[in-house]
């Protein structure tokens, strides 16, 4: 295998996408997700289709080894990665008081503590040999906090601040770190998380163009990308740092309420 781009949550969504454009431009791949069946029809529809090679690594990147060992199955199998995409991720909706504490704990274990740490298992790799691209999915949610997914919002956050800073530790080196900040998106995150009865998911941009920009960005070495606004949305996100922040509140709290 050569050129490698290892994704994680790439059964569905914006995680697939971005597999089916790095396979179109000829890389090999190394897929991850819960699903191993999705992940194998998914492999045998991508061989086919760009004649690259796949391997499929199903495993719960919420439990708590889970990191670990991807990185030992990917050494073992003596394989090097050149884009490390850390994509999967969940979300949820409610009262943080009335939501089930344990879904929260998971999702903060997914959405950070698996970045972090598939991140700080594969960057010394990529720092050691002066060359790779780190793409971590984030969202615009981490540019404001969360009434109604305080949770989520703040785990957004923390990719944002997190990619941010050692994408600038790294800026001696030949080695990226790109945050994608998607809108809204057209996936199964929006019913899942129940966030498709609410205002902010009643325009939803494409999985595929917001991969693309994200995969576009990943390869320029971009430190941000924003992707999937409508032009109300981004003229709202522009005026973010300008308008008090119980306004936002206030504002954001509607938005996710439950019609």
């Known amino acids: ?12 969504g914006i995680g697939k996408e971005l597999a ?14 819960r699903s191993k069946n999705t992940l194998e029809t998914l492999k045998r529809d991508i061989e086919s289709l760009y004649k690259v090679s796949v391997m499929v690594i199903a495993k719960d990147l919420g439990a708590t080894n889970a990191a670990q060992e991807v990185y030992d199955e990917v050494k073992e199998a003596g394989f090097d990665v050149s884009f490390l995409i850390n994509n999967a991720g969940f979300g949820g909706i409610g009262l943080f008081h009335e ?9 903060i274990q997914l959405n950070i503590m698996a970045l972090t740490h ?28 969360g009434p109604m997914q305080a949770v989520y919002f703040a785990t957004k956050a923390y990719v944002t601040s997190f990619s941010n ?4 530790e790294l800026s001696n080196t030949n080695v990226t770190v790109t945050n994608l900040m998607p809108g809204a998106t057209e996936t199964e995150f929006g019913k899942i998380s129940g966030m498709d009865k609410t205002e902010m998911f009643k325009e939803t941009a494409s999985a595929t163009i917001v991969a693309l920009d994200g995969y576009n960005a990943m390869l320029k070495g971009k430190l ?19 308008v008090p922040r119980k306004m936002v509140l206030k504002m954001v709290h509607k938005m996710q309420e439950v019609k």
């Open 1 to 12: 295998m050569k050129n490698i781009a290892l994704i994680t949550g790439a059964s569905s």
């Open 99 to 107: 939501r089930d504490i344990q879904t929260d704990l998971a999702m």
């Open 20 to 33: 089916l454009i790095h396979a179109q431009k000829g890389g090999d791949l190394i897929i991850v997700a």
């Open 118 to 145: 598939l991140t700080g298992l594969f960057l010394p790799d990529f720092v050691k040999r002066n060359n790779g691209r780190i793409l971590n999915v984030s969202s615009t949610a981490s540019l404001m906090p």
């Open 224 to 242: 941000n990308v924003i992707s999937g606004l409508t032009t109300s949305q981004k003229i709202l996100t522009g005026l973010l740092p300008f």
């Open 165 to 168: 800073a050692i994408a600038q």
